[in-house]
């Protein structure tokens, strides 16, 4: 498909994504527990706009469309109708077209992908936006509430934990077919930890993660699961972060580009895009992201590019098993090879292809909302050399993401040019 419209990252913010584990999060053990709060969901919201209106120098009136990814506001938060608080989070927003996106884990790629849309069709100037808070409840509810990105009737008994046993599912699948051993796998978290120490907003910035505590099962690092059969197979440092956070970033059009004073070697272009969504009520080969897949090709053909002009990558690194068949559904690496692709450094920010340099969800955290606005987000920061001690020091001429919500069911997919 052709489109006439083409559409630029001007810009955004990141509130920090805290959660159990970050120095900052209020929690029985803190300091400042019943003295301070953490921030609710209006607080990060309006942080992450107006952090977005001022890195981008923008007009908030200029602004033409809003959009907001979030998956469980209803429940964490006992609030829906969140298009309506992103229109109140700024006067200037009163009375323009604001709107909230919902699939799981994909919510705020979704949303970017609304902001591309617009740009397509004559807007100059989206707000794109990602919130979420989940740590209102204990961690068997707020497993619960996430059951609902699965098909609920149907696999919500598997585990208490329902997603880390599905993922458990998928790992047990990947080594038995791979020949992939634990601590191969160990060496995602490790690499994501690392990334996430460097970098001040990660939800992990200040939690240290070794091989030989990832690696395997052990005091520090215990599997947790009652299903008996998958508990060997997920860990605690498999796990993404349980986060609170935003993200917002302002999509351009070439009009709007020139009215905020910039030139293309000022912004990211969106050269390519990819969404697909499998059924939620079948499941496929679980040792591959055949909708991952499916969407990331989509995002390549847009921008006429492959897997070989890739430079950075931000992936759904909901569990660490998911980062390698990510690098595989990007063709990065053949089926089975991720984990050595891993293991040997190429993901690492001085590799050849830096993967999740942030941390990923893994180490930098998954405010659910916010991860798919977080992603290109991040994406244009390491190609505008914002990204302080993660920065990747080399060129970037193309990036990609792959966004994923639910297990492989709902992805978005963004191939991201460097114009500068």
Request: hydrophobic share 40%; aromatic share 6%.
């Amino acid at each position: 498909m052709s489109h006439t419209r083409r559409t630029f990252i001007a810009g955004g913010a990141h509130t920090p994504f805290i959660g159990k584990g970050h120095p900052d999060f209020i929690w029985k053990r803190h300091p400042d527990f019943g003295v301070k709060e953490n921030p609710d969901i209006e607080s990060l919201l309006k942080a992450a706009v107006d952090g977005a209106l001022a890195d981008t120098g923008v007009d908030p009136a200029a602004i033409d469309r809003l959009y907001l990814g979030n998956f469980l506001g209803e429940l964490f938060s006992n609030q829906g109708h969140l298009g309506a608080a992103l229109a109140g989070s700024h006067p200037a927003f009163a009375g323009k077209p604001a709107a909230r996106l919902e699939g799981a884990c994909a919510s705020g790629g979704l949303a970017f992908l609304a902001g591309v849309d617009a740009i397509r069709a004559g807007a100059d100037a989206v707000l794109v936006t990602g919130v979420e808070v989940q740590t209102t409840q204990s961690a068997r509810v707020g497993a619960d509430y996430l059951a609902r990105a699965a098909h609920y009737r149907r696999q919500r008994s598997i585990d208490e934990f329902t997603f880390p046993a599905l993922f458990a599912q998928r790992t047990k699948a990947y080594r038995e077919a791979f020949g992939v051993s634990e601590e191969d796998i160990g060496h995602v978290s490790v690499k994501a930890y690392t990334n996430a120490n460097k970098n001040p907003l990660a939800h992990m910035k200040a939690r240290q993660m070794s091989i030989d505590v990832a690696g395997s099962e052990n005091d520090r690092n215990p599997c947790f699961l009652a299903n008996e059969e998958l508990k060997p197979f997920i860990k605690m440092s498999d796990c993404s972060q349980v986060s609170d956070g935003a993200s917002a970033l302002l999509l351009v059009s070439e009009a709007g580009l020139a009215a905020l004073g910039r030139v293309e070697a000022d912004a990211v272009e969106v050269a390519g895009t990819g969404h697909a969504v499998a059924s939620l009520y079948t499941d496929g080969d679980p040792t591959r992201l055949t909708t991952t897949q499916s969407a990331v090709e989509q995002a390549y053909a847009s921008a006429a590019i492959t897997a070989a002009d890739v430079d950075v990558a931000e992936v759904h690194d909901c569990f660490t098993v998911t980062e390698l068949m990510m690098l595989e559904a990007l063709g990065l690496a053949k089926p089975g090879e991720g984990a050595a692709l891993t293991r040997d450094g190429a993901t690492a920010i001085d590799g050849a292809v830096p993967v999740n340099t942030g941390g990923g969800l893994v180490g930098f955290g998954h405010p659910v909302g916010a991860t798919g606005v977080k992603q290109p987000l991040e994406i244009f920061r390491q190609m505008k050399g914002r990204c302080g001690d993660y920065q990747v020091n080399k060129a970037m001429n193309w990036g990609i993401t792959a966004n994923m919500g639910g297990d492989d069911k709902t992805v978005v997919s963004l191939a991201i040019r460097n114009l500068g």
